[in-house]
């Protein structure tokens, strides 16, 4: 008789220890939940942003390509059909662009994206320098590319520069990284552009040829070198880095290349780049 008085006491002590001792863990793993659900959140707000950025930009690429660009014209007296013109090249970005963007809107408005932003927006909440910077360094990146490199640099050149500078901005996914490498690009760009507006590049070229080529390329490097000291000791932002400097050189030596001696598709500016593509093709024929 003893013996099951003692057993059910046992049996009630372990039934109270499941139902009271979980119930702090439980708040716990709730708390956790929620607060990756909030950062979902907030990462889908400023996928929202960027997707409303990149197919505004799609729209003006095919715009401005389908008003300035002629996608037929006469060289040498031979009529060039639609699939060699020029502005075949930005009207293909223009659309993945807008593709890209569309996915990516809907994407954050599935996950409370857009909700969350216009929420933020009617609270015109104070607290966003972080999320300026990374509007800006967007726009910085794009502008620059579009008005200041692509009209004057070797476009392959132009084309790693964007590449390399965008995806560190946010691939090392580390807000002081960002604001130092956008610092850094920003100075670079503003030298280039008092360069071009004193009209220096073109007394340089006639010096030396593709000297500003030159300096850009150098201009490159060290940024390359500037975001690897920032990553120092960091291993999981060196394979980012790494991953980042691939991603910037190895699309462009495939689709470039492609576009000029397979499509036959001029490019916008041909220099010391494009030469040696140039030289090293024709030493193979």
């Known amino acids: 008789m003893m013996d099951d008085v003692l057993r059910a006491c046992r049996m009630q002590a372990r039934s109270m220890k499941r139902v009271i001792l979980p119930t ?5 793993r709730e708390s956790g939940n929620l607060r990756k659900v909030m950062d979902k959140v907030q990462l889908r707000k400023k996928d929202f942003i960027t997707s409303i950025i990149l197919i505004a930009f799609g729209i003006f690429m095919i715009l401005y390509t389908l008003t300035e660009i002629p996608m037929k014209d006469s060289w040498g007296g031979v009529m060039n059909v639609w699939f060699v013109s020029p502005g075949l090249f930005p009207l293909g970005v223009g659309f993945l662009i807008i593709i890209m963007g569309i ?24 607290d966003t320098s972080g999320k300026t910077l990374r509007l800006l360094g967007i726009l910085l990146v794009i502008v620059a590319y579009v008005y200041l490199y692509i009209p004057r640099i070797d476009y392959f050149l132009s084309t790693m520069l964007c590449l390399m500078v965008f995806i560190s901005f946010f691939y090392f996914d580390r807000p002081d990284f960002l604001k130092k490498l956008f610092t850094f690009y920003l100075v670079g760009c503003l030298l280039f552009l008092g360069l071009f507006l004193m009209k220096a590049d073109k007394q340089l070229n006639k010096s030396f040829l593709y000297t500003t080529d030159g300096l850009v390329f150098l201009f490159f490097l060290a940024f390359i070198v500037y975001s690897r000291v920032l990553v120092h000791g960091d291993g999981v932002l060196k394979k980012r880095w790494k991953t980042t400097l691939i991603m910037s050189i190895v699309p462009s030596l495939i689709l470039i290349p492609s576009f000029k001696y397979f499509l036959l598709v001029p490019l916008p500016v041909e220099g010391a780049f494009i030469e040696l593509m140039n030289i090293i093709r024709y030493s193979f024929r």
């Open 24 to 28: 702090p863990i439980l708040k716990l």
């Open 103 to 126: 996915v990516l809107c809907n994407r954050a408005i599935k996950d409370g994206g857009a909700k969350k932003f216009m929420e933020d927006l009617s609270r015109r909440e104070k």
